[in-house]
C-alpha cells in the first residue's frame, strides 16, 4: 500500500473520530526493512520513522539523514541500557520506557546532556509475560516514580495481545494516561489503527502495510 493511500485511511480515521486533520502521527515502521523500500517512503516525502534495534538503526539513518535532512526517529522496540547513550544520539523519541533501572539511568544521562527526547512509558496491558511493559496496575506508580526524577513523560505506549481484541487495550491505555494528564498515546498498528485513533491514538505505528511483508532472513 502507498503511503498516499495509508495516509488518506488516517485522515478518515481522523474524520470519524471528530479527530483535527493532522492530529495523529504517523511513524513508518522500517524495521528489517531494506534500504530501497525505506528510500522510496522517503522519497514520497515521510519525515517520521520507528525502528526496533538501536545497531540496526544507527547503520541505516546517518546516511539518510545527510542525504533527505531533518527526520524523526522513534525507538519502538526494547532499549538495553548498554545502548541507552547511542539510543539518546540518534532518536527523538523512545516508546518503550518499561523499568526504574532504566528511568534512573535515562535520568541521569539526559541532566547531564541537558536535553531529552519525547518519552512514552509502554503498558503490558494484556500482562504477557513474554513481552516488556509495565502492568496496568503498576502504571500510576510508574509514572511518579519518573516524574520525581524529572523526566518529562510524554505519554504511554501499547502493544496489544495478537489474539485479543485492541480495542479493549487501546481505552485501558487511554484512561490510564487520562488520570495521569498524559496527552499523547503511541498505540496502534498496521491491522488495527483506525481503532486506536478512535480511542485517542496521538501516534499509530505502521510497517507492514506501508512496506510490505518483512524478510528476517
Not at 547511542?86 to 541521569?108: C, G, M, S, V
Request: hydrophobic fraction near 45%; include cysteine.
Amino acid at each position: 500500500m502507498s503511503l498516499s493511500e495509508i495516509k488518506t485511511r488516517l485522515a478518515k480515521a481522523e474524520a470519524a473520530a471528530n479527530r483535527a486533520p493532522g492530529s495523529v502521527t504517523l511513524i513508518a515502521v522500517s524495521k528489517v526493512q531494506p534500504n530501497a523500500r525505506v528510500h522510496g517512503v522517503l522519497a514520497e516525502g515521510q519525515r517520521v520513522f520507528g525502528e526496533n534495534r538501536v545497531q540496526e538503526a544507527a547503520g541505516k539513518w546517518p546516511d539518510f539523514r545527510a542525504e533527505f535532512g531533518a527526520i524523526q526517529l522513534h525507538l519502538i522496540g526494547p532499549l538495553q541500557t548498554n545502548k541507552l547513550r547511542a539510543a539518546l544520539d540518534l532518536f527523538d523519541a523512545i516508546h518503550t520506557l518499561d523499568r526504574p533501572k532504566l528511568a534512573r539511568k535515562l535520568a541521569t544521562e539526559v541532566q547531564a546532556r541537558g536535553t531529552c527526547p519525547q518519552l512514552f512509558i509502554q503498558v503490558n496491558t494484556g500482562e504477557e509475560p513474554q513481552k516488556a511493559g509495565v502492568l496496568p496496575r503498576d502504571a500510576d506508580e510508574f509514572i511518579a516514580t519518573c516524574r520525581a526524577m524529572d523526566l518529562p513523560i510524554s505519554g504511554l505506549m501499547v502493544i496489544p495481545p495478537q489474539d485479543e481484541e485492541p480495542s479493549l487495550h487501546f481505552a485501558l491505555l487511554a484512561k490510564i494516561a487520562a488520570r495521569n494528564g498524559l496527552k499523547n498515546l503511541s498505540m496502534g498498528m498496521s491491522g488495527d489503527f483506525e481503532k486506536a485513533v478512535a480511542f485517542g491514538a496521538t501516534h499509530v505505528r505502521v510497517g507492514s502495510a506501508l512496506f510490505g511483508a518483512r524478510d528476517y532472513g
